[in-house]
Nanobody, 126 residues
């Protein structure tokens, strides 16, 4: 079973920085796109940033220039570096990963399924 584990959330003051990380296990899976979403109570989960397996990135307008998404394909990890944090960045942040077609240990795994982590809370205070 694929699992995603996020880390790095916490409390930070406005203007500060945080780094979120997410690891996909088992690590033998091929991963297509990896993304970070966030959600506040009463609102839908929204895309923060995404990155393809070739490194192409996409950002929400609200974080463009402040957040940077990166990934380590060898370790199946994705990170989100968040700078100049604002009050409105407060949310639960979720990573997701789309599993690619994988053949490992004599077993074929079809690609296309998207898995989610359980989320990590980021709180920005004034």
């Amino acid at each position: 079973q694929v699992q995603l584990a996020e880390s790095g959330g916490g409390l930070v003051q406005t203007g500060g920085s945080l780094r979120l990380s997410c690891a996909v296990s088992p690590s033998f899976f091929s991963i297509n796109a990896m993304s970070w979403y966030r959600q506040v109570p009463g609102k839908q989960r929204s895309l923060v940033a995404s990155i393809t397996n070739s490194g192409n990135t996409n950002y929400a307008d609200s974080v463009e220039g402040r957040f940077t998404i990166s990934r380590d394909n060898a370790k199946n990890t994705v990170s989100l570096h968040m700078n100049d944090l604002r009050l409105e960045d407060t949310a639960v942040y979720y990573c997701n990963a789309e599993i690619g077609t994988t053949y490992y240990g004599g077993t074929f795994y079809a690609g296309g399924t998207v898995y989610w982590g359980e989320g990590t809370l980021v709180t920005v205070s004034s």
